[in-house]
C-alpha cells in the first residue's frame, strides 16, 4: 500500500543501523507494555498484547526484552501514563504528511515535531489541515510465507476485507475500519496471528516525486521523524517513480 509502505524496501536496502534497531526495539517495548496495561499481561486473553507481541517477533526482537516489556505494565507505581497523539502537515515538494505518536509529555513531542518539519523544508500544520488526502481504513499483514496470493485473497474477501496487495515480501490487507477486529479473527483461525493488525492512513491524492534531490530530502524527512522516540508510523502521500527509486538504491 502507498502511503505507509512506499519506503519499505528502500529503507531495507539502506541498512539497518544499530542505534535504529536499539530505538525501534524500545518503541515495540512501549507497544507491549502498553498493551498489556489495557487488558490481562497474558497474550491468549488480550488480542492488543497478542498482535503487539508478533509485532515484535517480526523484526526479531529478543524474547527477553518482550517478557521485560511485559513485566513493566505490573510495575504500576511511577509509571507513565502514554497519550496516543497526531500530527499533520507537508513535507518538502508539499508531501503531505500524517505522524502518530504515543507520548506522556504532549508539549515535548508537539516541540520535537515542530522543530523536525521546520528544519527539514515542511510545514506543520492543525490537525485536519492534510487529513482529507487520506482515508482511514483497517490494515492486516502477513508475510508471504503462510499463503499464496490467490489464497490469502479469496480467504480475505470470504472474511469481509476490501482487498488484498501481495508483493515480495507481505500480504496486505484493507479492510473497512469498523471490520478490523472481525476480519482479523477470520484470518487468525487459518493463518494464525497477523504481522500486524491496525487501523491505518491510506492517501487517496499522490504528491509525484520525479527527481533524485527531492527524494532524498523525503526520506531524510521521514528518518528524522521516524527516529524520534515517541513517533510510533509515519504516512505520506508521495509517490516516487521506479526510475529515482532504482537510482537511491
Not at 518503541?27 to 515484535?56: C, F, H, M, V, Y
Not at 518539519?117 to 487520506?134: D, Q, T, W
Not at 499522490?206 to 526520506?219: C, G, M, P, Y
Amino acid at each position: 500500500m502507498a502511503g505507509h509502505s512506499q519506503f519499505k524496501n528502500i529503507m531495507y536496502r539502506k541498512g539497518a543501523q544499530d542505534a535504529k534497531k536499539a530505538k525501534m526495539f524500545a518503541k515495540l517495548a512501549r507497544d507491549i507494555t502498553i498493551a498489556a496495561k489495557s487488558g490481562l499481561p497474558e497474550p491468549d486473553k488480550n488480542p492488543r498484547l497478542r498482535l503487539a507481541i508478533q509485532a515484535a517477533r517480526a523484526e526479531s526482537m529478543p524474547k527477553d526484552n518482550i517478557e521485560r516489556a511485559i513485566a513493566k505494565a505490573s510495575q504500576t507505581a511511577g509509571g507513565a501514563d502514554y497519550v496516543s497523539v497526531r500530527y499533520e502537515g507537508f513535507g518538502p515538494n508539499k508531501v503531505a504528511v500524517i505522524v502518530e505518536a504515543m507520548t506522556d509529555n504532549k508539549n515535548r513531542t508537539a516541540g520535537n515535531i515542530r522543530t523536525i518539519f521546520g528544519k527539514r523544508g515542511g510545514a506543520m500544520g492543525e490537525n485536519g489541515s492534510v487529513a482529507f488526502n487520506f482515508e482511514r481504513i483497517g490494515f492486516i499483514q502477513y508475510p508471504l510465507s503462510v499463503a499464496d496470493a490467490d489464497k490469502m485473497f479469496e480467504t480475505a474477501l470470504e472474511a469481509g476485507a476490501n482487498d488484498v496487495i501481495t508483493d515480495d515480501e507481505y500480504h496486505d490487507i484493507e479492510t473497512l475500519p469498523d471490520d478490523l477486529n472481525l476480519v482479523t479473527e477470520a484470518l487468525e483461525k487459518v493463518f494464525g496471528t497477523p504481522s500486524a493488525s491496525r487501523l491505518d492512513w491510506k492517501p487517496m491524492v499522490k504528491t509525484d516525486i520525479t527527481d533524485v534531490e527531492s527524494a532524498q530530502k523525503l526520506l531524510d524527512f521521514i528518518d528524522a521523524l521516524e527516529d524520534d522516540d515517541d513517533v510510533q508510523r509515519v504516512y505520506h502521500n508521495a509517490e516516487i517513480s521506479e526510475d529515482v527509486l532504482d537510482k537511491l538504491a
